[in-house]
């Protein structure tokens, strides 16, 4: 077990005006609308529903009693009710929904370390537009892993999605190709100690991918690791063209040139962090140097 406590900010020049934000309205969301997670009614009616996003469709079913697989408890799941807006902006929605305290404060304990250094290298416009891309691509993966593996018609297509860490995972993505050396204080079992980013971050994917493809067993119904996963591989695919003007732009030195698009890849990005904040904007980089079970699936 790998648990990120503190990542070294020591070089953030701004403010993270929007982490703060996403945290305080996924925490108010989840206080107020959903009622610390028992309010039913409300993450039935706002989550994100596979069958709902594939057909465009709103659908609504009765509540239904199943069999809790380890427990043998028979319990009452209440069905889905209608969404009074589309469908499709559930997507949105559901990313400041959580189906318990555990889930909310593990989410909100990864973009606090994690996302105010994306925030501080891409802005703030281009972080909010980076994390809800990152966010909405990541339940697209989940609803097409969904239809995919179990079928539109199936039951599983009518379970329902919420959380927000397919654009947290999104913004670890992005963090480990920005800071891939960065140091990040874990819980390694149970010592403190400090492991580079590629660390940190490569296990909590690892396990994404162990968990995800099911290769230890089990069942992992409650957990939506599609995305997870693809959400990460969205922060991965996105963070260099969001930071693309960054490196293409004038140098603010005479004589120098432009950054051609294979130089923006092979910088070094650790660089870029500790850069003023007016030379981000405008110098050439130095190129050489993780609700309940049957009721919603987190993410």
């Not at 107020?32 to 009614?41: H, L």
């Not at 404060?105 to 290298?121: H, P, T, V």
């Not at 922060?235 to 732009?249: D, E, K, N, S, Y």
């Not at 030195?253 to 092979?266: F, H, K, M, R, Y």
């Given at each position: ?178 800071f891939p050396t960065r140091q990040v204080l874990v819980l390694l079992f149970r010592f403190l100690t400090w492991v580079p980013a590629y660390v940190a971050i490569g296990i909590w994917f690892a396990f994404q991918l162990i968990e995800g493809f ?86």
């Amino acid at each position: 077990m790998v648990l990120p406590l503190y990542d070294d900010n020591s070089d953030r020049t701004t403010t993270p005006y929007v982490t703060y934000a996403l945290l305080a309205i996924n925490v108010l969301v989840f206080v107020g609308p959903q009622g610390f997670g028992t309010d039913d009614k409300f993450t039935m009616t706002w989550s994100t529903v596979p069958y709902e996003i594939v057909t465009g469709e709103d659908r609504s079913t009765p509540p239904r009693r199943v069999t809790q697989p380890l427990t043998g408890e028979i319990v009452t799941v209440p069905g889905l009710l209608p969404t009074p807006i589309s469908v499709y902006l559930t997507l949105i929605m559901s990313m400041f929904m959580h189906g318990g305290i555990a889930h909310l404060a593990g989410n909100m304990l990864f973009l606090w370390i994690f996302g105010d250094n994306i925030e501080d290298i891409l802005g703030h416009a281009r972080f909010i537009a980076f994390y809800f891309i990152c966010g909405v691509l990541a339940s697209l993966a989940h609803v097409f892993s969904v239809v995919l593996l179990a079928g539109l018609d199936s039951e599983e297509a009518l379970i329902p999605s919420l959380g927000a860490s397919g654009a947290i995972s999104g913004v670890l993505g992005g963090y480990l190709l920005l800071f891939p050396t960065r140091q990040v204080l874990v819980l390694l079992f149970r010592f403190l100690t400090w492991v580079p980013a590629y660390v940190a971050i490569g296990i909590w994917f690892a396990f994404q991918l162990i968990e995800g493809f099911g290769l230890l067993g089990g069942s992992h119904e409650s957990v939506a690791y599609a995305a997870h996963i693809g959400g990460f591989l969205a922060g991965v695919a996105l963070v260099i063209p969001f930071t693309f003007r960054l490196l293409t732009r004038p140098s603010l030195s005479a004589g120098e040139g432009l950054v051609s698009p294979l130089q923006t890849w092979i910088f070094d990005l650790d660089t870029l962090s500790s850069l003023p904040r007016r030379c981000r904007a405008g110098c050439v980089l130095d190129t050489e140097g993780p609700t309940r079970a049957f009721i919603a699936r987190h993410r």
